[in-house]
């Protein structure tokens, strides 16, 4: 995934982490109830796997390694 070097959107990828849970990954902040916002990084992503679902949808094969630039 790639963006176009906003500060504000990377700044809250930098504070977004993956966690592993039983039900698979999970984006969150790194410790509870810390003040740095990942809600820009939280939608990004969200947009990323529904482009992707759309595009495998639309082709109706697997989409492979491509990027999405927010």
Known sequence: ???????????????????ATPLGDLVSKDKNGSLRKIDAAVAAIVVFDRAAWHRAKRANVSTGRRAVVL
């Open 1 to 19: 995934m790639s963006h176009d070097s906003d500060r504000r959107m990377a700044a809250q990828m930098g504070n977004a982490v993956a966690k």
